[in-house]
């Protein structure tokens, strides 16, 4: 049974009885601060993941790509069995990185990604009239090499996930206040990754 306050949960030690919770939780968090604060359309994303949990004991229903997110998120979590969000995941360069940081940027990531290939695709039954050219010609992008370089730059975690952000369409300020952090943070990371892209590719 639910506490009253079902967000109390992410306080307590990760367990096999709580790890799909607090996973869908923390999803949940994320998504709805992607939805709040980005320029980008994540309403579709975050009602989707919302339908998702008021019917996830449906045995007919159809999940949407946001519980996989989800999924993923509570399978990372299967690793931590014992430990507090709040316990140490690792250590980059003297910076302490939390188990709760960690899948902050694990979701980050993902929905980047989503986001990309929401972007890219589309309903070809719906714009069947107005194409131009034939689909034989036509040519999808390709974001591997992009992944790649991003990889390329092994940034710290907290400079990966300002440019996450960016990558989504999140202005300074929306980010500054969706990772609560000032403005001037936002950009002294975003400047060591352009630092590091320019000496690697320039």
Known sequence: MLQNNPYNVLSEN????????IGELITLKCL???????????EILYTGYV???????????????????AQTTI?????????????VYTVKNGKIITIKHAVY?????????L?????????IDYFADSLSVEIDHYEEKDYTEVDNKIELLNLK????????????????MEIAEFLDISRITVWRRRTRAQVKYKALFT
């Open 32 to 42: 709805r601060g992607y939805c709040a604060y980005s320029r980008q359309n994540f």
């Open 14 to 21: 990760i367990s096999f009885e709580n790890v799909q919770l």
């Open 105 to 113: 940027n694990l979701i980050s990531r993902h929905v980047n990604r």
């Open 75 to 87: 399978c990372f979590l299967c690793e931590f069995i014992g430990k507090e969000l709040t316990d």
């Open 157 to 172: 975690p907290r400079d990966r996930v300002v440019l996450d952000c960016y990558m989504a369409g999140m202005t300074c």
């Open 51 to 69: 339908r998702d949990l008021n019917r996830r004991n449906n045995p007919t229903h159809t999940f949407s790509d946001a519980y996989d997110i």
């Open 115 to 123: 986001r990309r290939h929401n972007k890219r695709a589309c309903d």
